[in-house]
C-alpha cells in the first residue's frame, strides 16, 4: 500500500526548524445526534448511512478549547455564522476555533431534494449541532493525538472530454490528477480506545443525487462502519478534502438508478449518467426509482464506506502504536480573507443540460464571494479549512508549499459559499464547475495558497 505515517510525537515537532509551544493535559470529547428527515418513498432505513448526524468532536488543552464538527443534514435550515457564534459562546474559545464542515451528501434532505435558488435565509443557529456540542462537552476526558495518512482509490477526476460529442462533461478522467490521500486524526483515552476520529478524503458523495431519497452516502457509511468497529464508542467526522473536480470512480449503480427514475434504458454497461441527471435536475417530482435499482445503489455505498472505513482503522491502529500520539497539543485558530475579482454567468441556467457546460460562456462583471481560508492547528497538525469547493490542483499546491507537513485540507467549512474554485490551468475547461465558477481566473489559487503559507507561519512563530 502506497501510503505515509506521520508521526505525532513530542520528539517530532519541529516543522520548518521551529518548535511549537505546546499546551499540557489535552482532553477529548465527542458526540453524534440524528439529524433524520422522512425517508424517500423508494427507501426501507435498513442501511446505516441512511440515517444522517451532526457530529462533534470537542478539544481542551492549557485552558484553550476547540470544536471539529461534522454534518450530515440539510445545508439550507440553519445559520452558520449563529450556529458558530453559538459554539464559541458555549465554549468560551474564539470563534476562528470552531471548524464546521458539510460531508456534502446530496442526498440528506427528504425526497424529492430541492434545489436553493435565493430567497431568505434562516438566522437561528443549528440545534442538533450545537446539541452535539454541548454533549461532546460534558464528555471531556483526557485523551492523547494521533495523526496518519493513508490512500484510498475510490475517486477520479471528473472534468472529462465526451468520446462522442467530443465536449468537456462530468466524467471520468483518470489521466487528470487526483488525491488519494486519506489523512486520519484520532483520539485515544487513557484506555487506548478510541474516543474519535476526524477523517478528510477528496471525492463527493453524489451517488444518491436527484434520486429522492435520504443518504449520507459515502461518508455517513464509513463513519458508521468504523463507529460500529468500535462498538459505537467512538465518533468519526468527516471533512471533503480538496475535491471540486473529484467524483467516485465508479458511479454505474448510481447512473442506473438515475436511469431508472428518468425513464431511460439500464444496462449491464456503464451509461451516460447527463442524460438521466440533467432532466432530473430540471423535474425533481419525476416518480421515485424503483426500489430495486435503490437497494443496489445502497448495498454499493455501504460497499464505499466499508472500503474507506478499513483504510481509516487501518492508519488508526499503526499511529495507536508506543511513541505515535501525544496530549501535549497547543491549540490556535486563524482566519483570512481572500479579495479577488467575480464574475456571473449571463448565457446559461446552471441546472439545464443543454447550457450547463460544453460551450462558450458570456459573463458580467460581479462582486466575488468572500472567500475565508481558516487554519486550526492543533500541536504539529495544521487543519486548513476554506469555505467553498476548491480543485484538487490547488489543494496539491497547498500541500507542497505548506510550512507544516501535516496539513490536513477540509472545505465547504464554516461561512460556506456557493460555487467551484478552479486552479489557473483548469480555466479553460469548459465543465459546468468552471464555467459557473464566480471567481475570474488568476487570481484565487495563488490567492488560497499563499493565505495558507502566511497562517501556517503565524502559528508555527506563535504569533
Given at each position: 500500500m502506497n501510503s505515509k505515517i506521520y508521526v505525532v510525537a513530542l520528539g517530532a515537532m519541529l516543522l520548518s526548524g521551529l518548535a511549537?509551544?505546546?499546551?499540557?493535559?489535552?482532553?477529548?470529547?465527542?458526540?453524534?445526534?440524528?439529524?433524520?428527515?422522512?425517508?424517500?418513498?423508494?427507501?426501507?432505513?435498513?442501511?446505516?448511512?441512511?440515517?444522517?448526524?451532526?457530529?462533534?468532536?470537542v478539544l481542551e488543552s492549557a485552558a484553550t478549547r476547540a470544536a471539529l464538527i461534522s454534518y450530515e443534514g440539510p445545508q439550507a435550515n440553519f445559520n452558520m455564522g449563529a450556529t458558530r457564534r453559538q459554539i464559541a459562546d458555549l465554549l468560551r474559545c474564539p470563534i476562528e476555533n470552531i471548524v464546521i464542515t458539510h460531508t456534502h451528501t446530496h442526498s440528506s434532505q427528504s425526497a424529492p431534494m430541492s434545489f436553493g435558488r435565493g430567497g431568505p435565509q434562516p438566522t437561528v443557529p443549528s440545534k442538533e449541532i450545537t446539541d452535539a456540542v454541548s454533549k461532546a462537552l460534558t464528555a471531556l476526558k483526557p485523551a492523547r493525538m494521533a495523526y496518519g495518512t493513508g490512500a484510498a482509490y475510490l475517486n477520479v477526476n471528473r472534468d472529462a472530454i465526451d468520446p462522442v460529442t467530443r465536449k468537456w462533461t462530468q466524467g471520468t478522467n483518470p489521466d487528470a490528477p487526483s488525491d488519494r490521500t486519506v489523512a486520519v486524526l484520532s483520539f485515544l483515552g487513557t484506555d487506548d480506545r478510541p474516543i474519535a476520529a476526524y477523517v478528510a478524503y477528496a471525492m463527493h458523495p453524489v451517488d444518491g443525487f436527484v434520486l429522492g431519497v435520504v443518504t449520507a452516502d459515502f461518508p455517513g457509511a464509513m463513519s458508521r462502519y468504523v463507529e460500529k468497529a468500535f462498538g459505537d464508542e467512538t465518533v468519526v467526522a468527516f471533512s471533503q478534502s480538496a475535491s471540486g473536480d473529484q467524483n467516485p470512480l465508479y458511479l454505474r449503480p448510481s447512473n442506473n438508478a438515475m436511469a431508472n427514475r428518468a425513464g431511460n434504458p439500464v444496462t449491464g454497461f456503464v451509461i451516460d449518467r447527463e442524460s438521466s441527471e440533467g432532466p432530473l435536475r430540471m423535474d425533481p417530482s419525476k416518480p421515485a426509482a424503483d426500489p430495486k435499482s435503490i437497494d443496489s445503489l445502497f448495498r454499493f455505498i455501504e460497499s464505499e464506506g466499508q472500503i474507506l472505513g478499513e483504510e481509516v482503522i487501518r492508519v488508526m491502529t499503526m499511529t495507536k502504536a508506543k511513541g505515535q500520539s501525544t496530549d501535549d497539543v497547543r491549540i490556535?485558530?486563524?482566519?483570512?480573507?481572500?479579495?479577488?475579482?467575480?464574475?456571473?454567468?449571463?448565457?446559461?441556467?446552471?441546472?439545464?443540460?443543454?447550457?450547463?457546460?460544453?460551450?462558450?460562456?458570456?459573463?458580467?462583471?460581479?462582486?466575488?464571494?468572500?472567500?475565508?481560508?481558516?487554519?486550526?492547528?492543533?500541536?504539529?497538525?495544521?487543519?486548513?479549512?476554506?469555505?467553498?469547493?476548491?480543485?484538487?490542483?490547488?489543494?496539491?499546491?497547498?500541500?507542497?508549499?505548506?510550512?507544516?507537513?501535516?496539513?490536513?485540507?477540509?472545505?465547504?467549512?464554516?461561512?460556506?459559499?456557493?460555487?467551484?474554485?478552479?486552479d489557473d490551468a483548469s480555466f479553460g475547461h469548459q465543465t459546468f464547475q468552471v464555467l459557473n465558477s464566480s471567481f475570474k481566473p488568476g487570481c484565487a489559487q495563488t490567492g488560497i495558497v499563499n493565505a495558507v503559507v502566511e497562517l501556517q507561519t503565524r502559528y508555527v512563530n506563535g504569533r
Open positions: 511549537l509551544a505546546a499546551g499540557a493535559g489535552l482532553k477529548v470529547g465527542a458526540a453524534r445526534v440524528d439529524q433524520t428527515g422522512p425517508f424517500g418513498k423508494s427507501q426501507t432505513g435498513q442501511y446505516d448511512h441512511e440515517r444522517v448526524y451532526a457530529r462533534a468532536i490556535a485558530g486563524y482566519q483570512q480573507s481572500v479579495v479577488c475579482p467575480g464574475r456571473t454567468r449571463t448565457n446559461a441556467d446552471p441546472m439545464d443540460p443543454k447550457t450547463r457546460e460544453g460551450l462558450d460562456a458570456t459573463y458580467a462583471d460581479a462582486p466575488a464571494p468572500d472567500l475565508r481560508v481558516g487554519l486550526l492547528g492543533l500541536g504539529p497538525v495544521a487543519l486548513t479549512s476554506i469555505n467553498t469547493e476548491v480543485y484538487t490542483a490547488i489543494g496539491l499546491d497547498i500541500k507542497a508549499r505548506a510550512p507544516m507537513k501535516n496539513t490536513i485540507i477540509a472545505t465547504l467549512a464554516n461561512e460556506r459559499i456557493g460555487g467551484y474554485v478552479p
